[in-house]
């Protein structure tokens, strides 16, 4: 698909949405055991200590450490649950958007209920609400959830970091309910930025594509939606896609797919934006160059395809691209400073853009290499 016309790519390309399809866990075993050691005095045959092993300084829990952080973020973070009225249902994670009881989250999550199903979010002290979808952007696999009722609530937003300032190898904490096993706490670091992902959850659905921050922490089915810190405890971003070992379709009950060090964050500057619109108008807005692309795993950069949907010109007449005088055939190499290697790759830049955004595109036409600027334009809604 291009960003303004033509079908998603449906393969699920090795990636997959971290949302949990169906809830596997029955129970879970909670609290710590105790190490005790008993020492038997050598001078008494039935006199004995009872002594228990513990570090003052580790019971600390300095400021910044990972137990501070996850003890300020957790009563912020809720494990939401999605009832379709087909019997589709799943669980994934939210968090505290602000302070009116919005719960910010991906679209996958909720999809399954968009359309008059169920849908409640779970605090970690127990506390269930039900929630209504306030709008969803399925390109961009963000949606915003709202509280209903949620009167007595303790809603503490989670500070929102800087994505654009994150470097590889920061520290990185992922909060979620992997596999139904909810206010799970994972670390890991920045693997790398700017990785252009398309995701899928398996299930026939159009993709979502992203210019992806990359974790090692374990992300597993059920983490979708929550919250990947900084060691600051800032949101920078939220975890949505993790790479499957095998050729995965998706995640049915059957084939459930797990971590392998390989996981993908939305960053949060670009999913802030996108919040800020769904709670304005229920709709996302688009950046686009309208232009078809052709979407096939390339290496050379993404082509402008001979056709649109239906047979339209691939080059919209009067659009950002066609006044930038490209064409049909044109092979897209760069994005500004950003190395293009298809059609997804540059369908994920320009959405880390805002219409109206001036940015300069590199392409190829017979063996020239030309750059030209382009002002993209809008599109409202998915379609």
Known sequence: MSPSSGPFE?????????????????????????????????????????????????????????????????????????????????????????????????????????????????????????????????????????????????????PLGNSDRVAVGDATVAIGAPFGLSGTVTTGIVSAKNRPVASSDGGGGNASYMSALQTDASINPGNSGGPLLNADGGVIGINSAIQSAGNGSGLGESQQSGSIGLGFAIPINQAKNVAEQLIKTGQPVYPVIEATVNMKDSTSGATIASNGAGGSPAVVPGGPADKAGLKSGDVITKLDDTVIDSGPTLISEIWTHQPGDKVTLTYKRGGKVSKVDVTLGKRKGDS
């Open 10 to 158: 449906r393969k699920p390309r090795g990636l997959v949405a971290a949302v949990l399809a169906a809830v596997l866990v029955a129970g879970g075993i909670g609290g710590g055991i105790g190490f005790w050691a008993a020492d038997r005095e050598s001078d008494s045959g039935d006199t004995t200590t009872v002594s228990a092993y513990g570090n003052p300084k580790t019971e600390s829990r300095a400021p910044g450490s990972v137990s501070s952080i996850a003890n300020k973020t957790l009563p912020s973070v809720v494990t939401i649950e999605a009832q379709g009225n087909n019997g589709e249902s799943g669980t994934g994670t939210g968090f505290v958007y602000d302070k009116q009881g919005h719960i910010l989250t991906n679209n996958h999550v909720v999809a399954s209920a968009a359309d008059n199903g169920k849908l409640t979010a779970t605090f970690s002290n127990g506390k269930r609400y039900t929630a209504q979808v306030v709008g969803r952007a399925q390109g961009y696999d963000v949606a915003v959830v709202k509280l209903k009722n949620a009167a007595g609530a303790k809603l503490d937003p989670l």
